[in-house]
């Protein structure tokens, strides 16, 4: 058993196919599935099914990937320390797009000053997108929403919950009851694809509250803008190190218990980074707890 076997394998877990396995680390299709069969034999176990078309890697075979995930981990490590580097090498996060204002800075320069030879990549995307890369390992953490149900092979930490309000126009004071409120003009929804966006949709409808749509936002800003111009109601959350909602405004908590927006840190399973997750974890959380108290 070699590294480059190890890595063929990891890269089959991900790609599903030898011929786009072997496009992703330059070997031909014969060269990939003549390791796989090397490292078979070696193993003496059945990675894949040959006999479904194209093959498929076995339950066995994905227990064995995922080790090799590890191992080549550990190996990137001995190799930076070898180089000597700093142990955590580099990282690749993502946000979703509301908090990279707020959010972001803040995570690179706590980084930079507790990891000052980490290199740090970034990326942003809605909350399914960054969870469909850290499922694929394209990222090794990232900020969004908790998904509305549990995903497989994904681990999260909450870092903070941000209440959710029905916001509507001064024209609209007076109304104390927050159904009343969301139905009293017409509906701009945050945007419906978004986990957030699916949240109050589920909602709304949970609690048999049927709006008159208007349009659907993907600013949180833009919407409150135009709630503040008096062309309808909304509901969003009151973002962490964001301004507060604006006084000019009636608003009051969606729901009772006041529903929440959670944002969480995302990894993984077999993500290996763990020092450097708990390290970004604890920093956002005690960041949130503070901003609470204050």
């Known amino acids: 058993?070699?590294?480059?076997?190890?890595?063929?394998l990891s890269a089959f877990l991900e790609h599903g196919s030898f011929s786009e396995t072997g496009n992703q680390i330059g070997l031909s299709h014969s060269a990939v599935s003549v390791?796989?069969?090397?490292?078979?034999t070696e193993l003496?176990?059945?990675?894949?099914?040959?006999?479904?078309?194209?093959?498929t890697i076995t339950p066995v075979?994905?227990?064995v990937a995922k080790l090799a995930l590890g191992i080549l981990d550990e190996i990137e490590k001995i190799r930076m320390i070898a180089a000597g580097e700093n142990l955590a090498g580099n990282i690749t996060l993502g946000f979703v797009p509301k908090t990279l204002q707020t959010l972001l800075p803040r995570v690179l320069k706590e980084l930079r000053q507790n990891y000052p030879q980490l290199k740090v990549n970034v990326k942003s995307a809605i909350s399914d997108e960054l969870a469909a890369m850290i499922r694929h390992?394209?990222?090794?953490?990232?900020?969004?929403?908790?998904?509305?149900?549990?995903?497989?092979d994904i681990k999260i930490a909450t870092i903070a919950t941000e209440p959710l309000y029905v916001i509507a126009p001064k024209s609209q004071i007076g109304i104390n009851n927050d159904a009343n409120l969301a139905r009293s003009m017409p509906f701009i929804f945050f945007e419906k694809k978004t986990w957030l966006g699916q949240q109050i949709v589920i909602s709304?409808?949970?609690r048999g509250i049927f709006v008159d749509e208007l349009m659907e936002l993907d600013s949180f800003d833009v919407i409150e803008d135009l709630v503040l111009d008096g062309f309808g109601v909304s509901i969003v959350p009151q973002r962490l190190l964001s301004t507060t909602l604006s006084p000019d405004l009636v608003k009051l908590p969606f729901s009772n218990p006041q529903e929440v927006r959670r944002l969480v840190l995302a990894r993984h399973i077999n993500n290996q980074k763990t020092e450097l997750y708990n390290f970004i974890h604890a920093?956002?959380?005690?960041?949130?707890v503070a901003i609470h108290e204050s």
Do not use: K, W
């Not at 390791?35 to 078979?40: A, D, K, Y």
């Not at 990675?47 to 093959?55: K, L, N, V």
């Open 35 to 40: 390791q796989m069969q090397q490292l078979e």
């Open 1 to 8: 058993m070699n590294i480059q076997q190890l890595r063929t």
């Open 204 to 206: 709304l409808q949970a």
């Open 137 to 152: 390992q394209e990222l090794d953490f990232a900020v969004l929403t908790a998904p509305t149900v549990e995903i497989p």
């Open 61 to 63: 075979g994905a227990e």
């Open 283 to 288: 920093y956002l959380a005690s960041l949130a």
């Open 44 to 55: 003496d176990v059945e990675i894949f099914d040959r006999h479904s078309r194209p093959p």
